[in-house]
Structures are given as C-alpha cells and as structure tokens.
C-alpha cells in the first residue's frame, strides 16, 4: 500500500509564490518517478512536472521557467516550487508515485491565483 499526501497550498497573488511538498508512505521501494499533476475546473488533469530515479526532469511548456520539481534522494519526498504564478495556474495539485509500472495518486491540494 502507498499512501501520498500533499501539502502547501493555498490562495495567493498572481506573480506570487507557492511550494507544494508530497510525502510518500508504506510500500514504497521500487519507485521510479514520482509527478505533479493539476486540474483545473471543467478540464483535464494535465502533466506539470515529473521526476525520475535518474532525476531526469519533464516540465510542462505551459511552466517551464516558472515551476521547478525536485525531491530528496530517497525518493519518498517530492516538491514543487511554483513562481511568478498567473491565475490559470489556479486548479486542484495531485502527487503521483510511479512504482513497479502502477501509479498512485495523493488527494491533491488547491491551488487559487487571484489576479
């Protein structure tokens, strides 16, 4: 079983910063890359950012310059820092673990930027 919590957010200003931190839990050996997705209101939930074993990095065009992943070696620990946001930023974060080709999902967190 893994369990994934994010933490985070919250509502700020637009050209303002957020941090977003995911903690992973229980069976959590053999995973190869963990990721931040969003989901805004009436849309799909889309890739922001993901991060593998080998730290090899995936950043979203839409955040690239903006947004930076980053996790602790043990791989149980993933963050998300998020600059100079804008209000289509706005939607619900998720956390996801990949592990031996099944994914996880945390209960996400909110995110609001207000113009």
């Known amino acids: 079983q893994v369990q994934l919590m994010e933490s985070g957010g919250g509502l700020v200003q637009a050209g303002e910063s957020l941090k977003l931190s995911c903690a992973a839990s229980?069976?959590?050996?053999?995973?190869?890359?963990m990721a931040w997705y969003r989901q805004a209101p009436g849309k799909e939930r889309e890739l922001v950012a993901s991060i593998a074993v080998g730290s090899n990095i995936n950043v979203a065009d839409s955040v690239k310059g903006r947004f930076n992943i980053s996790r602790n070696k043990r791989m149980d620990r993933v963050y998300l820092q998020m600059d100079s946001l804008k209000v289509e930023d706005t939607g619900v974060y998720y956390c996801k673990l990949r592990r031996l080709h099944n994914d996880y999902w945390g209960q996400g967190t909110q995110v609001t930027v207000s113009s």
């Open positions: 229980g069976s959590i050996s053999g995973t190869t890359a």
